[in-house]
C-alpha cells in the first residue's frame, strides 16, 4: 500500500498523519502527535543542546512511520509566522526535519497555508479547530477517529486534525493526482 504522510509542524507538538491512498480514494490509518518536552531546568541544559535533543526525537518518530510504510509523498501545514524569535526558530527546526527527511527519502513535500487549509477543507478562511474536525468527520464518516486518537490526550488531538486536513489540502495538487495515475 501506498501512503501520503500529513504534518503539523511543531516543536512540543507535531501532528502526524498516514493516508492509505489508491487511485480513486484514501482512508486516515494512522493518526498521532509527536510530543517533546523541555529539558528540566534544574540539569542546567543549554537551550540549544536541549532543542537539539527535540530535534533528534522528531526525526527518530518520523523515521519510524516512513520505514515502515510506503510514503509517497508528505502534505504540511506551511510555516506561517509567529509572535516572537523564540518559535520561530523551534518552528523552523521543525521544518529543517521535514526538509532532511523528504531528501533522505526522495519525497516531494506539498504545502498549504493555515487559511488555504482551512478554506479547502472546512469552507472558510477562519474556520475554527473543531470545524476543521468536523470536516475530517464528515469528509470519513466509515473512520473510527475515536479509536485513531484515543492514545492522545485531549488537548493534543487538534494537531493531529491538522496534520490530517494539510494532507486533505494538498490532494487536489496536480503532483498528487499524477502519483495517483501512476499506481
Not at 491512498?21 to 543549554?46: F, G, Q, Y
Amino acid at each position: 500500500m501506498k501512503y501520503v504522510m500529513g504534518l503539523d509542524p511543531g516543536f512540543a507538538s507535531f501532528g502526524v498523519v498516514l493516508l492509505q491512498l489508491d487511485k480513486s480514494s484514501e482512508i486516515p490509518v494512522h493518526m498521532d502527535v509527536i510530543r517533546t518536552t523541555k529539558s528540566n531546568k534544574k540539569l542546567k541544559t543549554l537551550s540549544t543542546d536541549d532543542n537539539f535533543r527535540r530535534t533528534q526525537i522528531l526525526v527518530e518518530e518520523l523515521s519510524k512511520l516512513l520505514m515502515a510504510h510506503e510514503v509517497v509523498a508528505i502534505g504540511a501545514e506551511a510555516m506561517s509566522f509567529t509572535r516572537n524569535a523564540s518559535s520561530s526558530a523551534k518552528l523552523g527546526m521543525s521544518w529543517g526535519v521535514i526538509a532532511s527527511l523528504a531528501f533522505r527519502w526522495d519525497l516531494p513535500v506539498f504545502q498549504c497555508s493555515p487559511q488555504e487549509l482551512k478554506l479547502r477543507v472546512a469552507g472558510s478562511k477562519q474556520a475554527s479547530k473543531q470545524a476543521v474536525a468536523d470536516a475530517m468527520r464528515r469528509r470519513y464518516p466509515d473512520v473510527d477517529f475515536d479509536d485513531l486518537l484515543k492514545k492522545l490526550p485531549f488537548g493534543e488531538h487538534e494537531h493531529a486534525w491538522d496534520a490530517l486536513a494539510s494532507v486533505v489540502a494538498c490532494l487536489g495538487t496536480e503532483p498528487v493526482r499524477m502519483i495517483r495515475r501512476m499506481m
